[in-house]
């Protein structure tokens, strides 16, 4: 395994909660019906907590739309009567479905919100994902022309970091695996994947294997060698043909990663955990892609802990929550080279996920991180929390405090809107 410099342990330990992609600006370029309009529903992937309701995952659903009797409140949750870390989910290109699955299993659990958005049901599990390729923890769901690419944290064989995608047709057939690459620099890590069809690039970014992520804290810190698997690369991929081209060098876990939805512009960025930097990956004069180190996020040496980004339409804007401080910030991008932020915002004891709407009115946050990394005591809010945003100022519009309600941790986003239905089933 690749070893990571220069970082306290406590940055490891931290960041190996740093798990998280999730909104309207952040789908699949192949995915159909994004919603521009006022979206109707959240939906929000949730961890089991036992003791807590029914302890499993659940599909929660709630309703967002300010014009709703029931504005701010959970309408209907699906349970999956398990707990497996609860994690990521993904649109398939259609929109017809949901694919959602936890980190210390391979199943995927997959959900029909086409018949009925307000009310989503699970009708399938798939679970041969580790039997097919032998990776475990599978974590981002990416759609493509009629199949998903699903990247996993981990494998089946030693629970470490060496991993890789797998591909499946919509109605969970698989059809292929790729290991990520360990040659030509590649340390074998996986985390998130983004696609850019015009240049025929798929980008994937890593972080670490279930024996780190699913340890308590205390016990990963207390172990030098743990401590030494986390990824810094990340990999620039052939799309049609699913072939690594070229490794690139992302000291300190690189996390999501957004490209620019403005067809002028030939860039992504993304966050790492470890290093609380914005790094730019592009293509230089000659064609090549590069990845560049253009801004810290907050004070560094504080471990602020970046944990997910949201990058607005027109790619002139990034929100970043970082779990530590709780805060919420945001980015000017109109030049990407060097990034300025203009806001920020704590929003809650503890942040992770954040989601916004294609006009970027609204934005939602979630709390949860991991089941061993959320903090405790009082400082263990789970929450989903909605906020409208004029261009100066986040204001909290609503809340449902998940323990309250009994539902769990609140995670993973996705927005729903009733039109879908009407679409779905006028063909």
């Given at each position: ?39 109707d ?16 995952d ?78 475990l ?31 499946y ?29 015009k ?40 799309l049609k ?81 970082t ?14 080279e ?90």
């Amino acid at each position: 395994m690749r070893r990571l410099h220069g970082f306290a342990l406590t940055a490891f330990a931290l960041a190996a909660a740093g798990l998280a992609s999730a909104d309207e600006t952040c789908n699949s370029p192949y995915m159909a019906k994004l919603i521009k309009g006022q979206e109707d529903y959240v939906y929000v992937w949730t961890l089991g907590v036992e003791g807590l309701g029914d302890g499993s995952d659940k599909l929660v659903t709630v309703d967002v739309n300010p014009k709703s009797k029931s504005y701010g409140k959970v309408i209907n949750s699906v349970s999956t009567g398990t707990r497996a870390e609860a994690h990521h989910m993904g649109f398939t290109d259609d929109r017809r479905q949901l694919w959602a699955g936890g980190l210390s299993g391979n199943n995927i659990w997959v959900f029909d919100i086409a018949s009925d958005p307000a009310k989503p049901k699970l009708v399938r599990t798939v679970s041969d994902l580790g039997d097919k390729s032998g990776f475990l923890g599978p974590h981002t769901y990416y759609a493509l022309p009629g199949r998903m690419l699903v990247q996993a944290l981990s494998n089946t064989k030693d629970k470490g970091g060496q991993t890789g995608m797998a591909l499946y047709s919509n109605q969970g057939k698989f059809l292929d695996a790729k290991a990520m690459p360990t040659t030509n620099g590649g340390d074998g890590y996986g985390y998130d994947l983004a696609v850019n069809p015009k240049k025929n690039v798929l980008l994937s970014s890593s972080f670490a294997g279930y024996a780190n992520y699913m340890r308590p804290l205390g016990d990963l810190i207390k172990d030098a060698e743990a401590m030494k698997n986390f990824g810094s690369t990340m990999v620039v991929w052939d799309l049609k043909a699913l072939k690594p081209q070229k490794v690139l060098s992302v000291p300190g876990a690189p996390l999501e990663i957004r490209w620019s939805l403005n067809p002028k512009d030939n860039w992504a960025i993304t966050a790492t955990a470890l290093g609380s930097k914005l790094w730019l990956v592009k293509q230089d004069a000659s064609g090549d892609w590069t990845a560049k180190d253009v801004g810290a996020i907050g004070d560094p040496s504080k471990i602020p802990l970046p944990v997910d980004i949201s990058i607005r339409r027109d790619g002139k804007g990034l929100w970043v929550n970082t779990f530590m401080d709780g805060k919420t910030r945001y980015f000017d991008l109109s030049n990407p080279e060097a990034p300025k932020q203009t806001y920020e915002k704590a929003t809650g004891k503890q942040v992770n996920m954040i989601s916004q709407s294609w006009d970027g009115k609204r934005v939602y946050i979630t709390s949860s991180l991991l089941a061993n990394w959320d903090k405790g005591g009082a400082d263990n809010e789970q929450f989903i929390r909605g906020f409208a945003w004029n261009g100066k100022e986040l204001v909290q519009k609503f809340e449902v405090d998940f323990n309250k309600e009994k539902l769990g941790r609140a995670h993973h986003m996705k927005l729903g809107s009733k039109a879908l239905q009407a679409k779905a089933d006028g063909g």
